[in-house]
Each structure stands twice: as structure tokens, then as C-alpha cells.
């Protein structure tokens, strides 16, 4: 397995700058772990964007079908009452339940998809570079490739932006 | 570079701080002792709840006939406490939800304990209808499920069915979007922590967060997500709680204005809750550099905006009263300006109209004590605000035979004060138990570029 190289900075933009020139040396950026989210990094690490809006419209759809055939079924199909002489279909009268169950549906699925894809659970315990990333400290992991020859090393690249290299 | 503009704004967060200063001071408040005031605090609040629950025991253990209600006036007390309660938990969803998709960045510093506020709220409220229930044994009856009596499912057409799915929704969508914004914080208390039992708990709770980026660019997708969702939720909660009056053929309470009336009276009310508990917050727990006075100021602003709307909300009651040529929509909103409960009335438009005005003048938003003061009058206000509307709606009706007042009991009152105790036991607990000023959000509206020495 290649070595991993990890850098250490002390403020994102520092860590932002530095992704870029490494990047534009060729080479690869692992992950980045940083104390908040920080603005920009997405798009200089070139992440994509997320499917989990499609999910999150998934089990919101989900909802709506539960949230109005399930209404329907149990007031008109399964055990009809007559309650003030309405219809045993009263679509309008569904529609907050149906709703609220369109959005506990869509919010609890997308959650539960994050935790799943992204593998946290209850009690794992916290793998990073070091206890402060989730203090003070920004770190950058890269994989030593095939970097192009023009380029500086990776250490002067990141000294270069203030940073510095962890012994892995 | 849009990374190098220099920032023309004044900072959200003042002291001059770097990171490691944000981490120290938010978890400062739940390493060091607590200070006499809190304890103060907790017995005040643990004695109210004593009550509340010796109020609510002789109320289950006897019946419903301990509170004031009478054949005419049906509804009173407990259901005033209920909406009042919902409304206070609409302002944390709004400081979390709508000022995020809005990219208020000020919400940072309060959006951590005003979510907290809405859960407290929410479970104080939820706990009325349960109490008002009678037999609150039973209250899985509210729940569509499959059983033996038929299967009898609930019916779905009744406004006070929706409440229990709104509500319920309302209540799970909160807790999550609060702990789901916390977890990067508690791997931050997870990662200081010193001794064993809070190592575990903190380690538990924080699912293994490691502070990945690839995972942050997620969790900020699902943040979005979720704040997206809250907000429609926020409005259809208060507007189902209107429904439970508006579908009602009952004068006073037939009115279509209803749902956006008690939204905006909602966000109104709980935006003055928040205020008195962030003032308290910020003053005991020495927050001046987290919550400044351009938030108090913000949030003052939020009170004029929506204090307008409600003002504009009676104009238009009694407006479409007369205009409707209703005589029985008349009657009540005569009856609630000049009639027995026009004491009840007038306090609410004392304190819900002149309030709000105060808030035009830019030395009172920036004067502390005197915002601290009037946010209690809104609270008091919006609680009066309530009452007029349920029990003077009720207690003329159309038979002058039938009708009748009411006077709330000492159970009633203890019941309502037991609230305050739960929901401010439950307050003074999460302070000392979770980080609450969200240190991962305030750290990045820092803008922090400084370089220490080594």
C-alpha cells in the first residue's frame, strides 16, 4: 500500500489554498478532516454533490403514498364509519396527516440513509489524525502517486501554505 | 479571491477568538461547577414541577371534574397551555430552519438552545392534551394501529387526529435535526473529555464523527435537507393547531385567518421566549461575546415583524365581524372587548400591540433590561392571547340560558405552573449536559486566519 501523507494547517483557508496547489501538482487528495465545514473545500477537493436529495424525495414520495392510501384504506376500505354524513373517501380532510407523514418520512429517511452510508452508529468509536480535528486543527491526507516532475515536492507545497507534514 | 474579501460587516462573534478559545469557552459551561444561580435555578424549577405533578396526579386520580370546565365552558386552561406551549417552540425551528436556508449567519450562536427550547417546549405541550384526555392510560388510542375493537381505526377527518400526527412529526423532526446539528460537537466534547463516564457517554453519542470532509460535505447536504423540511412543518404545525378552532362552527373561532394569524403569533411568542432565556443565558453564563447585542437586536426585529401581524390579525377579526353582517359573530367580538373577560382582552392587546412598538427605537433594542422586561410581556400577552380566544368564544353562546363563566382551579394553575417547572428543569439540565452554543457552525462565521506561534 502507498504511504499516506498527512499535513497539518491552522485555518481553512490555508488548507483550501493548499488543496488547490496539490491538486494542481498531481496529486491526490485523500480527505481533508477539519473542526467545522468548511466553505469552499467541496469544490476545490471536487467533490460531488450528494445523492441524498434523491433519497430524501424518495421517502418523501414514499410518504405520500403511505400518508394517503393508507387514510384511504383504513377509512374507506377496511372498516368504513359514517361520521357526519362525509364520503369515506374525504381526500381534502387527508391531506395534513398525509403531509406530516411526508415529512417524517423524507427527514427520518434521509438520516437514517447518511448514518448508513457514511457508517456511524451508536458508540463507534473516532478514528482521526488527531484529537484536534475536532478542536482547532485542519488536517489533509494525500496519497503519493505519480506526481508530475515539474513540481515541487509535496513538503514544500505545503509549507509553502503555512502548513506542515505529520509523521504518519 | 472570494477566500481573501476583507469582511465590512461587523463580526457575529466579538472577543477577538481563535478556534481553540470557541471549544475552551462552550465547554467551560458544562465542565466547571455550576454556580449558585443555577442551583437556585433548579430548585425553583424542580419545586414548580413538584407541583405540577402533585396538581396532575389529584386531577387523574379524581377526574376531570377538579378543573374549572363547566357544561358551557368546555375547553380552558389546559388548552390555552397547550397552544401557548406549541407557539413557544415555533421560534427554535425558525432560528434553526428558515434563518439557515435564509443564510442568516447570526443564528449560530442561539440556534443550539432555541432548538433545545422547541423540544421542551413541544414535550410540554404534548403532555396537555394527554392530561385533558381523562383516562391518560389510554392515550395510544390515538395512534392508528391494528387491534382488537374492530379494527377501529382513528378518524381521520378530525382536526384534533391531525394534531396528534402534527405534533407527533413535529416533535421527531426536531429531536433530530437538534441531535443530527449536534453530533460534530459532542466528538468535540468527546475528544476533550478527561474523565471515564463522560469519555463513554459523549463517545456513544457521537456515532465515531472523525471530522472528515467527505463526510462534512454530506452532513451539511443532509443538514440543508432537513432544514428544508422543517420549515413547511414549523407553518402546517401551528396551522393544524388553528384547525382544531377554525373547522369548528363556532363564533370567534370559524375564521379562515386563523392559520397564518397563529403562526405569526407563534413565531411572535416564541421569539420572546427565546429572548428571556438567552438573556438569561448570556448574562449568567458570561455569552456577551456569543450573543451580542446585534443578536438581541435581530431578534427584536423578528418581534416587530410579527407583533405587526398579529396586530393586523384583531384588526381584521373584528373588521370581518361586522362586515359579515354575522350577528352572532358580533356578539362574541363585542363580548370579547367590553364583555366579563374584557380584562383578559385588554391585557392581551396591551401587551401583544404596545409591546412591540417599543422595539422601533434602537437604544431599547440594544438596552438589555428593558428588552428582558418587555419580552416577558409578550409572553404573558401571547398566553392572555390564547385564553381570550378559547374561553370568551365559549362562554356566551347562542343560548343566553346556557351561559355561564369560568374561573380556573388551584389544580388548573398548578398544572400550568408544573409546565414552566418541566420546561425550565429540562432547560437548566441540557445547559449543563450538552454543548449549547453550536461550536462547529460559530467556529466557521469566526473567519479565523491566525497563526500561532510555536
Redesign the interface.
Known amino acids: 500500500m502507498e504511504k499516506l501523507l498527512i499535513a497539518e494547517f491552522?485555518?481553512?483557508?490555508d488548507l483550501?489554498?493548499s488543496v488547490k496547489a496539490v491538486r494542481a501538482a498531481e496529486v491526490e487528495v485523500v480527505?481533508?478532516?477539519?473542526?467545522?465545514?468548511?466553505?469552499?473545500?467541496?469544490k476545490a477537493?471536487d467533490?460531488k454533490?450528494?445523492r441524498?436529495?434523491r433519497i430524501?424525495f424518495t421517502f418523501g414520495f414514499i410518504g405520500l403514498l403511505v400518508g394517503v392510501f393508507?387514510?384511504y384504506w383504513?377509512?374507506a376500505v377496511?372498516?368504513p364509519?359514517n361520521?357526519g354524513g362525509?364520503p369515506w373517501n374525504?381526500l381534502p380532510?387527508?391531506m395534513?396527516?398525509a403531509?406530516?407523514?411526508i415529512?417524517?418520512f423524507?427527514?427520518?429517511g434521509?438520516?437514517f440513509s447518511?448514518?448508513a452510508?457514511?457508517?456511524?452508529?451508536?458508540?463507534?468509536?473516532?478514528?482521526?489524525p488527531s484529537?484536534?480535528?475536532?478542536?482547532?486543527r485542519f488536517y489533509l491526507v494525500m496519497k503519493q502517486g505519480q506526481q508530475r516532475k515539474s513540481s515541487a515536492p509535496v513538503s514544500e507545497i505545503v509549507m509553502a501554505h503555512?502548513g506542515k507534514m505529520v509523521e504518519n | 479571491m472570494a477566500d481573501h474579501q476583507i469582511s465590512i460587516r461587523e463580526p457575529q462573534i466579538h472577543g477577538n477568538k481563535n478556534l481553540n478559545d470557541v471549544t475552551n469557552e462552550v465547554c467551560n459551561i458544562m465542565d466547571r461547577k455550576p454556580t449558585w444561580l443555577w442551583w437556585l435555578g433548579i430548585s425553583l424549577a424542580l419545586s414548580a414541577l413538584t407541583l405540577g405533578i402533585v396538581s396532575v396526579s389529584y386531577q387523574i386520580a379524581t377526574g376531570i371534574g377538579t378543573w374549572g370546565l363547566n357544561k358551557t365552558v368546555g375547553w380552558a386552561f389546559d388548552i390555552t397551555n397547550f397552544v401557548f406551549w406549541v407557539g413557544i417552540g415555533h421560534a427554535g425551528t425558525l432560528i434553526s430552519a428558515i434563518l439557515f436556508l435564509f443564510r442568516q449567519k447570526w443564528r449560530t450562536s442561539i440556534n443550539r438552545s432555541a432548538e433545545a427550547m422547541t423540544i421542551f417546549a413541544v414535550i410540554c405541550a404534548g403532555l396537555f392534551p394527554i392530561i385533558h384526555m381523562g383516562r391518560p392510560w389510554l392515550a395510544y388510542w390515538m395512534f392508528p394501529y391494528p387491534n382488537f375493537r374492530g379494527p377501529l381505526w382513528i378518524n381521520f377527518r378530525s382536526p384534533l387526529a391531525w394534531d396528534v400526527f402534527a405534533i407527533g412529526t413535529y416533535l421527531i423532526i426536531s429531536a433530530t435535526f437538534w441531535y443530527f446539528g449536534m453530533i460534530p460537537d459532542l466528538a468535540t466534547v468527546r475528544d476533550r473529555a478527561k474523565n471515564k463516564i463522560k469519555k463513554f457517554f459523549f463517545g456513544a453519542l457521537s456515532l465515531g464523527w472523525n471530522g472528515s470532509y467527505r463526510v462534512w460535505h454530506r452532513y451539511e447536504t443532509v443538514y440543508a435537507l432537513l432544514a428544508g423540511l422543517a420549515t413547511p412543518l414549523v407553518v402546517s404545525v401551528h396551522t393544524v393547531v388553528s384547525f382544531d378552532f377554525a373547522t369548528s362552527s363556532i363564533p370567534g373561532w370559524h375564521t379562515t385567518t386563523f392559520p397564518p394569524y397563529f403562526v405569526a403569533g407563534a413565531v411572535f411568542s416564541g421569539f420572546a421566549m427565546v429572548l428571556t432565556l438567552m438573556i438569561i443565558a448570556r448574562k449568567t453564563l458570561k455569552l456577551e461575546d456569543y450573543i451580542t447585542l446585534n443578536h438581541i437586536e435581530n431578534m427584536t426585529k423578528v418581534i416587530i415583524v410579527t407583533g405587526g401581524i398579529v396586530t393586523a390579525s384583531y384588526a381584521t377579526e373584528f373588521f370581518i365581524a361586522w362586515y359579515s353582517g354575522n350577528g352572532f359573530e358580533q356578539f362574541v367580538f363585542l363580548n370579547r372587548a367590553l364583555g366579563p373577560f374584557a380584562w383578559a382582552y385588554w391585557i392581551m392587546v396591551g401587551c401583544n400591540l404596545i409591546t412591540p412598538q417599543f422595539f422601533w427605537f434602537r437604544s431599547i433594542r440594544r438596552n438589555v433590561t428593558i428588552v428582558f422586561i418587555l419580552s416577558i410581556f409578550v409572553n404573558i400577552g401571547m398566553w392572555f392571547e390564547r385564553f381570550v380566544i378559547i374561553v370568551t368564544s365559549l362562554h356566551r353562546d347562542f343560548l343566553p340560558s346556557a351561559w355561564s363563566m369560568y374561573s380556573p382551579t388551584w389544580v388548573e394553575i398548578g398544572t400550568l405552573i408544573g409546565s414552566f417547572g418541566l420546561f425550565f428543569t429540562l432547560f437548566l439540565l441540557f445547559i449543563r449536559t450538552m454543548p449549547m452554543i453550536s461550536m462547529g457552525e460559530v467556529k466557521a462565521v469566526l473567519h479565523y486566519r491566525g497563526k500561532e506561534k510555536e
Open positions: 491552522q485555518n481553512e483557508y483550501v489554498d480527505d481533508a478532516y477539519t473542526p467545522y465545514a468548511v466553505h469552499g473545500l467541496d477537493m467533490l454533490s450528494s441524498l436529495t430524501c393508507g387514510q383504513v377509512s377496511n372498516w364509519i361520521i362525509r374525504s380532510a387527508f395534513p396527516v403531509f406530516e407523514v415529512i417524517l423524507a427527514g427520518l434521509t438520516v447518511f448514518f452510508w457514511r457508517r456511524l452508529k451508536y458508540g463507534k468509536p473516532g478514528l482521526q484529537l484536534r480535528v475536532t478542536n482547532d503555512h
